[in-house]
């Protein structure tokens, strides 16, 4: 997954202070491609300021939901359910029903609401005018309860452990003796070029500590200059980044449910597959005219569209050919080095090929993390042999994952993921003790 490409742009208009409106080109950071954020990553850099001031207050937290859990949890509801109900009652907040054709709703929350709907469990969105928040509530019981993103993270729900953290869920995998990358967290390029020739060796990968989508994480890194200019690229966006091994492989994604493995799939690079007679781009065209597919940030679709934007044009090159390329009959030809929905990508459905080892595996790597719902990303070269007969590795953990990938496959059976996790919302203690680590 490299950090090439030339810059895209995008256009911003703003009064010029004259009669006439003159335009501001805003360049967009290849090294975030396929997802839009500006060059200068604004945002980032506050994000990490305000990281090092409260950085010391982590280590409380983490010790007072270890010896004062009720208490925690309290405070935690206190404010931040309080601060929510209070602008409910001022007006700031309203609750709307969830359309399906809102694109402001990503389809994550689209499909908790279509199985709550079916169930009887209401679900809203609480939005501020026309935008959204990603808080929303839901109805169990006769009990209103507040959850940000997915139903499992209500307001009472206050994790001990940070399983976004890349770096701690290496190590908490390691002291478990569970498959997982060699490697470690650096703040430095040379200490971790260092650390490459002395005992990790290339090809290696290097990606900011934190994060998703795989932003700024550059892959299969075979010289020392290369190294030293993807730590240049992860630390745009962070101080620490994480060097490990680069596996090849398939990328999988299971969801697991109150300690059940109830769906995997297998992301597959945005590709198109040869017929002989079309070009590379008339192809691409044709898979895009798939309904299920929507434009690229529209957040009410799993599936979308494919661009052939610069960083394609390379991954093209690479395959020596190109957009007016004609490939033959069953040849399949890549787009994009990501295994990104928003660039394009396929999901395939492998539930029902998981190997029994690799099922019990999973749920050994899902009991270190605190939350009843979880999405593990591994890499293996086939999920229906076992991990120990292949060369496997965790990547890593997401408390909030996008469960609509599992609704739409492109291939294999669609798994009703939102269904299971609001049947463990109902039947623990009909939402009454959601279990909070």
């Given at each position: 997954m490299g950090g090439g490409g030339n810059q895209a742009v995008g256009l911003k208009a703003r009064p010029s202070g004259r009669r006439?409106?003159?335009?501001?080109?805003?360049?967009?950071?290849?090294?975030?491609?396929?997802?839009?954020?500006?060059?200068?990553?604004?945002?980032?850099?506050?994000?990490?300021?305000?990281?090092?001031?409260?950085?010391?207050?982590?280590?409380?937290?983490?010790?007072?939901?270890?010896?004062?859990?009720?208490?925690?949890?309290?405070?935690?509801?206190?404010?931040?359910?309080?601060?929510?109900?209070?602008?409910?009652?001022?007006?700031?907040?309203?609750?709307?029903?969830?359309?399906?054709?809102?694109?402001?709703?990503s389809n994550r929350a689209r499909?908790?609401?279509?199985?709550?709907?079916r169930i009887g469990v209401p679900i809203r969105a609480l939005k501020r005018g026309e935008r959204g928040t990603n808080i929303f509530s839901?109805?169990?019981?006769?009990?209103?309860?507040?959850?940000?993103?997915?139903?499992?993270?209500?307001?009472?729900?206050?994790?001990?452990?940070?399983?976004?953290?890349?770096?701690?869920?290496?190590?908490?995998?390691?002291?478990?003796?569970?498959p997982c990358p060699r490697g470690g967290v650096f703040r430095d390029g040379p200490t971790a070029l260092r650390y490459v020739r002395e005992e990790l060796g290339f090809p290696a990968v290097v990606k900011p500590k934190s994060g998703s989508l795989s932003r700024h994480t550059v892959c299969d890194i075979r010289t020392e200059d290369g190294l030293?200019?993807?730590?240049?690229?992860?630390?745009?966006?962070?101080?620490?980044?994480?060097?490990?091994?680069?596996?090849?492989?398939d990328v999988y994604r299971v969801a697991v449910v109150d300690g059940e493995v109830v769906a995997a799939c297998r992301r597959e690079r945005p590709n198109v597959v040869g017929?002989?007679?079309?070009?590379?781009?008339?192809?691409?065209?044709?898979?895009?005219?798939?309904?299920?597919?929507?434009?690229?940030?529209?957040?009410?679709?799993t599936l979308h569209k494919i661009i052939i934007s610069p960083r394609s044009a390379a991954v093209l090159a690479d395959?020596?050919?190109?957009?007016?390329?004609?490939?033959?009959?069953?040849?399949?030809?890549?787009?994009?080095?990501?295994?990104?929905l928003a660039a394009g990508a396929d999901i395939h459905d492998v539930t029902d090929d998981i190997h029994p080892e690799n099922l019990a595996m999973f749920k050994r790597v899902s009991e270190l993390c605190p939350s009843p719902l979880v999405g593990l990303d591994f890499i293996m070269e086939d999920i229906s042999r076992p991990h120990h007969a292949q060369k496997c590795v965790v990547l890593e953990a997401n408390s909030a994952p996008y469960i609509d990938m599992h609704?739409?496959?492109?291939?294999?059976k669609a798994r009703n993921v939102a269904g299971r996790i609001l049947e463990y919302c109902v039947t623990s203690r009909r939402g009454d003790r959601l279990r909070s680590g």
């Open positions: 006439n409106m003159s335009k501001t080109i805003t360049p967009m950071c290849p090294h975030c491609d396929p997802c839009p954020s500006p060059a200068g990553h604004g945002s980032d850099r506050i994000e990490r300021f305000v990281g090092r001031l409260v950085a010391p207050l982590g280590g409380l937290a983490e010790l007072a939901q270890r010896r004062f859990p009720r208490l925690v949890v309290a405070v935690n509801e206190i404010f931040l359910g309080g601060l929510v109900r209070l602008s409910l009652a001022l007006g700031i907040l309203r609750e709307t029903e969830i359309r399906d054709d809102d694109a402001g709703i499909v908790v609401a279509q199985e709550g709907r839901m109805e169990i019981g006769g009990s209103k309860r507040l959850f940000e993103g997915l139903p499992h993270l209500t307001f009472e729900h206050v994790p001990a452990v940070d399983i976004d953290d890349k770096g701690l869920f290496k190590r908490r995998l390691r002291e478990a003796g569970l030293l200019e993807a730590v240049r690229i992860a630390q745009i966006i962070g101080d620490e980044f994480v060097v490990e091994e680069h596996i090849d492989g017929n002989g007679r079309l070009t590379v781009g008339q192809l691409v065209d044709l898979k895009n005219l798939d309904p299920l597919r929507g434009p690229a940030q529209q957040r009410n679709y395959q020596g050919v190109g957009p007016d390329s004609v490939p033959v009959a069953g040849e399949k030809i890549y787009l994009h080095d990501k295994v990104i609704h739409y496959p492109v291939t294999g």
